[in-house]
């Protein structure tokens, strides 16, 4: 069964780049899919920041495009989340997930990592 | 982009009763719509894709029906750990979520 973990910082000063890396068990990235990261400010819906194919095309956030960059790297078996030029309203829990069945329905999640962006 | 918006925003329900949820997109989605359940403090767990298929492991108690701009997501009797946040998300213009809607004990 594949298992999504999260880890980087939980806090980030404004103006700062909020890199975090979602390590993936029991299951290979280089086997296909997509694989995503979405946030969700503490109290607030769910908003999709971007998601990565195995081949490394990447789809982003039209909102967020310009501030982000997200990559894999198929022999750590894990992707990475890069956002510049944080601000207080980045500051949310951040969720890897892979979308097995369509591309775009996330059928695993990671447990989240809250991220704080305050100086 | 496509903005999906999820009604009623609270449902106050009994367990036992039927939970009748609905999403409805601005332009049409086709049937590229999930489902997510989403309790406190954990992520969120697909339910439903493409409209009306469940995923793995998921309780034949739930289904989706839907095409176009409206959606509907039915738990057809409430089990006590039912009561969540139902989130609905499109992909047929880039990926978004509604906004929700809590399904809470009467």
């Known amino acids: 069964q594949v298992q999504l973990q999260e880890s980087g910082p939980g806090l980030v000063k404004p103006s700062e780049t909020l890199s975090l890396t979602c390590g993936v068990a029991g299951y290979y990235i280089s086997n296909g899919d997509y694989w995503g990261w979405i946030r969700q400010p503490p109290g607030k819906g769910l908003e999709w920041i971007g998601s990565?194919?195995?081949?490394?095309?990447?789809y982003y956030n039209p909102s967020l495009k310009s501030r982000v960059t997200i990559s894999v790297d198929t022999s750590k078996n894990h992707f990475s989340l890069n956002l510049y030029s944080v601000t207080a309203a980045d500051t949310a829990f951040y969720y890897c997930?892979?979308?097995?069945?369509?591309?775009?329905?996330?059928?695993?999640w990671g447990q989240g990592s809250l991220v704080t962006v305050s100086s | 982009e496509i903005v999906l918006t999820q009604s009623p925003a609270i449902l106050s329900l009994s367990p036992g009763e039927r939970a009748t949820l609905s999403c409805r997109a601005s332009?049409?989605?086709?049937?590229?719509l999930a489902w997510y359940q989403q309790k406190p403090g954990q992520a969120p767990r697909l339910l439903i894709y493409d409209a009306s298929k469940r995923a793995t492991g998921i309780p034949a108690r739930f289904s989706g029906s839907g095409s176009g701009i409206d959606f509907t997501l039915t738990i057809i009797s409430l089990e006590p750990e039912d009561f969540a946040v139902y989130y609905c998300?499109?992909?047929?213009?880039?990926?978004?979520f509604g906004g929700g809607t809590k399904v809470e004990i009467k």
């Open positions: 998300q499109q992909r047929s213009n880039s990926l978004t």
């Open positions: 990565v194919y195995h081949s490394g095309t990447t």
């Open positions: 332009q049409s989605v086709s049937t590229s």
């Open positions: 997930a892979r979308a097995a069945y369509t591309g775009y329905a996330f059928d695993s």
